[in-house]
Nanobody, 116 residues
Framework: VQLQASGGGLVQAGESMRLSCTAS????????MGWYRQAPGNQRVLVAV???????DYRDSVKGRFTISRGNVENTVYLQMNSLKPEDTAVYYCKVDLDYALGFVWGQGTLVTVSS
């Protein structure tokens, strides 16, 4: 499985942005798709995850502002980010977890910068 992320850039606080991540290859093994972020000097942390059954989880600081979804062609995951704050500034990474103990795959990061 390979992942291609897109959609990062510079926005003002309060604005919105959508990130996309498309998987290719053996996508039939994909179980969970998610977004993580890493701010300068910090560890990479979970932002949101969506499972094959459609259930989702979010880190507390983004609840009510961010929405994760999967495309109609279910090898794409989106992260709709509304009411962005400067503290959302980070490199965002998509990640997929695979079935049958096949492990996981990271996409390349995409930088999101929110100016105040």
């Amino acid at each position: 499985v390979q992942l291609q992320a897109s959609g990062g850039g510079l926005v003002q606080a309060g604005e919105s942005m959508r990130l996309s991540c498309t998987a290719s290859g053996s996508t039939v093994y994909i179980n969970t798709m998610g977004w993580y972020r890493q701010a300068p000097g910090n560890q990479r942390v979970l932002v949101a995850v969506i499972r094959n059954d459609g259930s989702t989880d979010y880190r507390d600081s983004v609840k009510g502002r961010f929405t994760i979804s999967r495309g109609n062609v279910e090898n794409t995951v989106y992260l709709q980010m509304n009411s962005l704050k400067p503290e959302d500034t980070a490199v965002y990474y998509c990640k997929v977890d695979l079935d049958y103990a096949l492990g996981f795959v990271w996409g390349q990061g995409t930088l999101v910068t929110v100016s105040s």
